[in-house]
């Protein structure tokens, strides 16, 4: 007599986002975004779908508490599977009749993950694989391995936005920038939203009602599955989908410039911006490098610019400081600055308007919508750096007002470059006077105003 077919099959369909994550072979599969998307749900399918498949087979399911673990996956699994597959409470896991193992653990310290020095699995599931640590998802990687010739080693994780492994999962899987010995071919990411979960919207509309009633934030990460959303957020106005716009050949009489935000161990980030006749602000080009001299950015500044003619360069303040660099002089020795080593080799710099409060508050102008309804603000998409940044910058803990120091390199030399410009608020009011004639933009090189901005 064959043996009795587990419930857990005959319950349902998979919706179009469930039956992808089944058939995936990749590596690492992230299937992650919004609530309420049906992720936990397909990860204990697919990887009892896993064991009834391959014979002998072992696999493990991971959070991070025993009480999320049992009320999430284990009860459930109880339940789908009984009569199939039997449980060991004291072992936490389920044996199948084939020989495959499904076992079950959490990880609610950081040095948990260590219980399973040793140990192989073929497959490995990481539930909320945000509440893990990289550290503990790297050292779990080193336990899925197999000497199968029928079966190559998978990891899965099923995710929200936030939580400690936030950045983790948002760089291998979101972002896609990878290190050495990462592959790009190896992650997969699968997006979730609760509008895919059918089932769920007829069960319990109000679901769906309260997420949607959630303040902005909250409701961006946990309706959306938004992951530029994060805790302490300072720049909330950025969206990806409204700030990153598709790139086109900007017309040559469009006034150019760049800004420049200094650093040698710390990134050097160069922003190349364009307005459009209507005000509007485009950041079309990005160079971001460390451990570059002097003479090494400005040839590559140099290089990316090309023939473009670009008005002028706005730069960090400190690039007007001595540092120890010489230069002989009919006067002797004399130091000399980044910003004039820069003028030497061809790139000329004057100082930015480095005004933090006033600064971050003119980026947010620019990032709120034009009387048209568009952002004033428009990014092309290889400008990576910025693009990753802007979402990540947080408030300063002691002063709200301003954002915090560290990965603002790219952000910095945004608010500098937009300093250099009016307020976009007075462009619209300039826009119902008159017309401005952009046709020659170029005959002078514009001088820096009392008020902070360079003319029009």
């Known amino acids: 007599m064959a043996a009795p077919v ?3 099959v005959l319950q349902g369909l998979p919706n179009p986002r469930q039956r992808e994550f089944f058939e995936t072979t990749a590596r690492h599969t992230c299937y992650g975004g919004a609530r309420g998307g049906g992720k936990s749900w397909a990860m204990r399918r697919k990887m009892v779908l896993l064991m009834l498949n391959y014979d002998g087979l072992r696999g493990l399911i991971l959070r991070r508490t025993l009480p999320e673990l049992k009320e999430n996956i284990i009860n459930p699994l109880r339940i789908e599977l009984n009569g ?38 073929e497959v490995i599931a990481l539930e909320e694989a945000t509440h893990f640590t990289e550290a503990q998802m790297r050292f779990l990687t080193t336990c899925n391995r197999t000497t199968r010739t029928d079966f190559s080693p998978r990891m899965f994780y099923t995710c929200n936005p936030g939580g400690v492994g936030h950045d983790w999962v948002k760089r291998l899987f979101i972002d896609r920038e990878y290190r050495k010995g990462e592959k790009p071919e190896n992650y997969a990411f699968i997006p979730a939203r609760v509008y895919d979960n059918h089932a769920l919207m007829i069960a319990d509309p109000e679901y769906v009602e309260n997420l949607e009633a959630l303040p902005e934030d909250m409701r961006r990460a946990h309706l959306d599955g938004d992951w530029d959303v994060i805790e302490g957020q300072y720049f909330k106005e950025w969206r990806r989908e409204r700030h ?20 040698y161990n710390d990134p050097c980030c160069v922003l190349w911006f364009a307005v459009s006749p209507d005000k509007r602000i485009y950041v079309y080009d990005e160079y971001y490098r460390t451990q570059r001299n002097v003479n090494e950015v400005a040839a ?7 023939a473009q003619k670009i008005a002028y360069t706005v730069g960090s303040p400190d690039m007007w400081q001595r540092r120890g660099m010489q230069n002989v002089t009919r006067k002797g020795i004399v130091g000399e600055s980044i910003a004039e080593s820069l003028g030497i080799s061809g790139v000329p710099v004057e100082p930015a308007d480095n005004s933090r409060i006033v600064g971050w508050q003119r980026v947010r102008e620019f990032l709120a919508d034009a009387p048209d309804g568009k952002p004033w603000l428009q990014v092309f998409p290889n400008c990576t750096n910025l693009i990753k940044y802007m979402p990540q910058l947080q408030y300063d803990e002691h002063n709200r ?15 500098y470059g937009l300093m250099s410009r009016p307020s976009p608020v007075l462009a619209a009011k300039e826009n119902k006077r008159k017309v401005v004639d952009l046709s020659d933009p170029f005959t002078e090189l ?11």
């Not at 716009?245 to 650093?263: N, S």
């Not at 590559?300 to 090309?306: A, L, M, V």
């Not at 514009?446 to 029009?456: D, E, K, T, V, W």
């Open 300 to 306: 590559s500044i140099k290089q990316q610019t090309g």
């Open 244 to 263: 990153v716009c598709e790139p086109f050949t900007i017309p040559a009489y469009w006034r150019r410039f760049r800004a420049m935000d200094w650093g």
């Open 446 to 456: 514009p001088r820096r105003r009392a008020s902070g901005f360079l003319s029009l």
């Open 6 to 8: 587990p419930k857990l």
């Open 84 to 121: 199939f597959a039997d449980y060991n409470e004291t072992e936490k896991v389920f044996r199948f009749p084939n020989g495959s193992r499904l076992k079950f653990g959490y990880c609610d310290s950081e040095g948990d993950v260590y219980q399973y020095q040793g140990q192989e699995y």
């Open 401 to 415: 007002e301003d954002a915090a120091d560290g990965n603002d390199h790219a952000p910095e030399a945004l608010r």
